[in-house]
């Protein structure tokens, strides 16, 4: 039983090792399994862990680079790639020192070897190469600044085997910093070598800032001015008007440029300043001061003042001169209008003052000039305007005065002018003045309306008699006022018919003795009123020639004159015409290339044109008309073209006939004074017998002016005069055409059908063919006496 019962023992403890077996290997099996998910996760884990990190060094800004102990790359991220251009598989492998900027090369080693060492991380500069250069860094163009931190990295036991690199690419931030650097040398250079000097203020308008170049234009260091106060260094007056505005360009944070005061240096010497300055905001637009420039112009301030004074004022009187004096009309003008006052304006010219330099010379009429424009600054206030417009011409400008007051100190200026004399080399010079005043401002009136109504009142005041003053007031009814309103308002109708081309050429025939090929007419002007009325010249043609219109005037009948002449021309129609031409035309040499310029646009004849020129004009009247010689070269001038020339009002201006050897001419226009007593009046059919003789001689052809009937007629055939112009043979009228048609062919002898003589075809015996001889010496000398009592009688 022990035995069995042993037995039974034995059997269960063996299947309880069995079992126990069984179970340990179910337990183990069950371990194993739990180990490896264990391991499989903690490895998936650490793989995700990796390419977290390979993600985030991939996609980082900086340049990440693992290397071992030796330098050689191990791991770089796709910054590399980025920014120097290389693979990752090109850079693993490479050595750090010699894949670097061969300066840096020493730097990497011992880097390198620092951290490896077990030291802090070490932060450094240095280049790395662009891919294109990276077979070879000792020949490298291109490469990349970057920041670099160098750091251990240790294994599990704790010993560092490896380095981590992080760089970045600051060239840009490289590249504006060197910028930045040579900027700021620069503007120190310009700063401490510029004639100007820069300056900055704070807020308050105090110095934070003042470059080295203030010490040669104010005389400070710069240290002496830091913290002072700018308007305060700069201005010693609160009125000084550049302070005014310079503050009041601050208190608005307003720029202001190139403002121009007088100042005075650290010495007290004056200096003249042109200083800018623009506001400072700072990265918030706060307004945190001013910068600005200055610079010393004291040399070109007085230079610039010494050239306007040159321009501006009269070099003998040192008065002001015309345009000076117009700026100041036209600025009194509007003062006057803004604050509703009035002042006046004179005009004043001397009397026959061109006597003195003719009879005492130059230097003479300088010292009454002198004389005169001391008196003239002596009569009036120190706020008037006293000027020299030219010659012997003065202008003053009146402020806030009304026309009593100023009528009475202009009576004053007379009476001083007239009592004063200059004693010249044992000599007393004297002379008058007329003057003429008008008041401003007037309701739609320039300051050039208010200079031709002065000017006007003057002229107006010689006219009644010189050393006078007339005023052209608004409620003046005189005639004289009222003519010097008629003549500013034909200055304004002559130039409204000048713009708009509204006039009329009328033509008159002049007939000749003997047939001719081609008729001859005289050109005339005709202008209209406002009224549509044919306005005589007398209205207009002073109003020309005193506001310089009468040459334009006269350039637009030349030309309507040679259009008219070109029409005919083409239309086969053959005819002369002349043309006369003003004082301020004849002899001007700028009109001549004007006239050949036509002439060639309208393809005329110039044979075909006669140009009248009057006598007195030509020789007689020196203070207007030009110079004798001018006059004869600008004949000479249009005679070489082809011109003609015709003398008109002959006899009214000469003293000898030997005037006819001067200008070049080939007709001579008798005066009408001549001719309308030539059958009554024995001393004036005398005179015209000898310029006929004298013009016959000469080869001149001569024509007689105002024959108005056919007793005048038959006395200038017997005479030989060799043309007629007069109302017994035509008027003057518009239409050209009809004029040729109809005296086409016409003689003076067609217009005597009441004589005899000419009925039965004997004018040949009374002497129309008849040459007259030689003029006795006394015929000559009773002629010219009775040119000189004509003469007289003119300036009457």
């Known amino acids: 039983m022990l035995f069995a019962y042993a037995e039974w023992v034995v059997l269960a403890a063996g299947v309880a090792l069995v079992l126990a077996g069984v179970v340990w290997w179910l337990v183990e099996q069950l371990l194993s399994v739990k180990l490896e998910q264990a391991v499989v996760a903690r490895t998936q884990r650490m793989e995700a862990v990796s390419q977290r990190f390979r993600l985030m060094a991939d996609n980082a800004y900086d340049l990440i680079a693992v290397c071992d102990g030796e330098g050689r790359m191990e791991y770089v991220n796709a910054a590399f790639t980025r920014v120097c251009g290389f693979g990752k598989e090109e850079l693993r492998g490479r050595e750090l020192p010699l894949w670097v900027h061969p300066k840096f090369k020493e730097e990497m080693v011992q880097l390198l070897a620092q951290v490896v060492r077990g030291g802090a991380p070490v932060e450094t500069v240095m280049k790395f190469p662009l891919a294109s250069d990276a077979e070879s860094a000792s020949r490298a163009q291109g490469w990349v600044d970057v920041e670099l931190v160098a750091q251990g990295l240790p294994d599990t036991d704790w010993v560092v085997r490896h380095v981590v690199l992080h760089a970045r690419d600051v060239s840009a931030r490289r590249k504006m910093l060197d910028e930045l650097a040579r900027n700021e040398q620069r503007f120190k250079d310009f700063a401490s070598s510029s004639a100007d000097w820069l300056w900055e203020t704070d807020v308050a308008g105090s110095f934070k800032y003042v470059s080295p170049g203030v010490v040669n234009v104010l005389g400070y260091d710069p240290d002496e001015l830091l913290g002072a106060g700018q308007l305060e260094i700069l201005f010693s007056s609160s009125e000084d008007p550049a302070l005014e505005l310079i503050a009041s360009r601050t208190e608005r944070r307003q720029a202001y440029k190139e403002m121009e005061f007088w100042t005075k240096t650290k010495s007290g ?17 706060e307004f945190v001061g001013y910068r600005g420039a200055a610079s010393n112009i004291t040399a070109n301030k007085i230079e610039r003042d010494n050239v306007f004074r040159l321009a501006t004022t009269d070099h003998l009187t040192g008065l002001l001169n015309r345009p000076r004096f117009k700026e100041e009309l036209e600025r009194a003008v509007a003062l006057a209008r803004r604050h509703n006052t009035s002042g006046v304006v004179i005009f004043i010219d001397l009397d026959r003052f061109k006597e003195v330099n003719d009879t005492h010379g130059h230097e003479a009429g300088d010292h009454i000039l002198l004389g005169l424009a001391k008196i003239l600054r002596e009569s009036v206030r120190a706020t008037d305007i006293v000027a020299r417009l030219g010659g012997d011409e003065f202008g003053i400008i009146m402020h806030n005065v009304d026309v009593a007051a100023a009528s009475a100190k202009a009576q004053q200026m007379i009476e001083r002018i007239g009592a004063f ?84 050429m009328h033509y008159q025939a002049i007939v000749p003795m003997r047939k001719k090929k081609r008729p001859l007419f005289e050109s005339l002007l005709r202008i209209y009123d406002e009224n549509g009325k044919v306005a005589s010249p007398a209205l207009y043609i002073d109003a020309a020639e005193h506001f310089g219109l009468i040459q334009r005037l006269d350039l637009a009948v030349v030309r309507r004159v040679f259009e008219t002449q070109k029409q005919l021309m083409e239309e086969g129609v053959e005819v002369d015409v002349s043309i006369n031409l003003s004082c301020r035309t004849l002899g001007d040499p700028a009109v001549v290339p004007k006239l050949k310029a036509l002439m060639e646009e309208t393809q005329i004849d110039p044979t075909r044109i006669i140009f009248e020129v009057t006598e007195t004009m030509a020789l007689h009247d020196p203070a207007e008309m030009r110079d004798i010689g001018e006059i004869r070269q600008f004949i000479d001038s249009l005679r070489q073209m082809g011109f003609r020339f015709a003398l008109d009002d002959f006899g009214t201006g000469f003293t000898s006939f030997r005037y006819l050897k001067v200008l070049d001419v080939d007709l001579v226009k008798i005066d009408g004074e001549y001719i309308k007593n030539l059958t009554t009046d024995e001393d004036d059919r005398l005179f015209v017998e000898s310029m006929v ?65 000419l009925q039965h075809g004997k004018m040949e015996e009374k002497g129309v063919e008849k040459v007259v001889e030689k003029a006795p010496e006394k015929v000559i000398e009773k002629a010219e006496k009775k040119a000189t009592e004509k003469k007289a009688k003119t300036r009457e």
């Open 269 to 285: 010497e004056r200096v003249c300043l042109r200083m800018s300055g623009v506001p400072i905001m700072n990265n918030f637009q």
């Open 421 to 504: 004399a200059v004693d010249y080399r044992g000599t007393r010079l004297s002379t008058t003045m007329s003057m003429g005043m008008v008041q401003y401002p007037q309701e739609d009136k320039s300051a050039d309306h208010l200079v031709m109504t002065a000017d006007l009142a003057m002229y107006r005041a010689k006219d009644m008699g010189r050393n006078r003053l007339f005023v052209d007031a608004d409620d003046a009814t005189s005639g004289a006022a009222g003519s010097v309103r008629a003549q500013l308002k034909w200055v304004e109708r002559l130039r409204y018919c000048l713009d708009h081309n509204e006039f009329e």
């Open 693 to 757: 003789h004298l013009c016959r001689g000469l080869g001149i052809e001569t024509i007689a002016e105002f024959v108005e009937n056919t007793q005048i007629l038959e006395s200038l055939l017997e005479l030989g005069v060799e043309g007629g112009q007069g109302w017994l043979f035509a008027k003057p009228m518009p239409d050209i055409r009809a004029l040729v048609k109809e005296y086409k062919g016409k003689v003076m002898a067609d217009y005597l059908d009441k004589l005899p003589l």
